[in-house]
């Protein structure tokens, strides 16, 4: 699946959106990738993460587990691990720190790949690593369906992207006046639990 037969299947599902958005990392950016559009469709979704796994496969050979964060990266990573044929888990904030609850565990030395959706900073998929290695488990890759920094992200170990995209996403206080003129929309779910 290439760069483009990603973001095609955005575009189908009406999930590639533009305006002015903040996202989940408080930045505001011009484009929106509303990716619970595409993994509503289990056919769409299912396309998407047996790419992923295929990608993931290449990179980094067999793993024993996915494990993503919650609560964007849960769709992704399960129907990806479908495709591992491995064991799917997450990670949920307790404390305003990632762990493995429910009763998901990992064994030491467990290969785990992170799965997440989307990639702007890296900062969710780096506090979820760090959650896994805290676990026990051995991170030997991240991946995502797309990388909207266009490889900038730095995750701590290599990142795998089903896409890239380089999207340009600013600080609230360093808007382009073009942006700045627009009405903001907020359609992620970071913030939902503190308002």
């Known amino acids: 699946m290439t760069n483009d037969d ?20 408080g930045l505001h950016s011009p484009m929106f990738l509303q990716k619970n559009l595409v993994f509503m ?95 026990g488990g051995e991170v030997v890759a991240a991946a995502c369906i797309v990388d909207r920094s266009g490889g900038k992200a730095d995750v701590g170990v290599q990142l795998i992207a089903l896409a890239s995209l380089e999207v340009p996403a600013y600080p609230a206080d360093s808007l382009p006046p073009e942006l700045a003129a627009i009405p903001v929309e907020d359609p992620g779910s970071r913030r939902l639990a503190k308002a």
């Open 6 to 25: 990603v973001i095609n299947e955005f575009r189908a599902a009406n999930a590639l959106r533009t305006g002015h958005f903040v996202l989940s990392s």
């Open 41 to 135: 469709n289990a056919e769409r979704c299912e396309r998407l993460c047996k790419a992923l796994a295929e990608k993931i496969t290449a990179a980094v050979g067999s793993v024993d587990v996915v494990i993503s964060p919650a609560v964007g990266g849960i769709i992704p990573g399960y129907e990806t691990a479908r495709h591992l044929k491995v064991p799917s888990m997450y990670v949920e904030r307790e404390g305003g720190q990632f762990k493995l609850r429910r009763g998901f565990h990992v064994e030491p030395g467990q290969r785990v790949v992170m799965v997440e959706d989307i990639v702007t900073t890296g900062l969710s998929s780096r506090e979820c690593i760090e959650s896994i290695r805290q676990a």
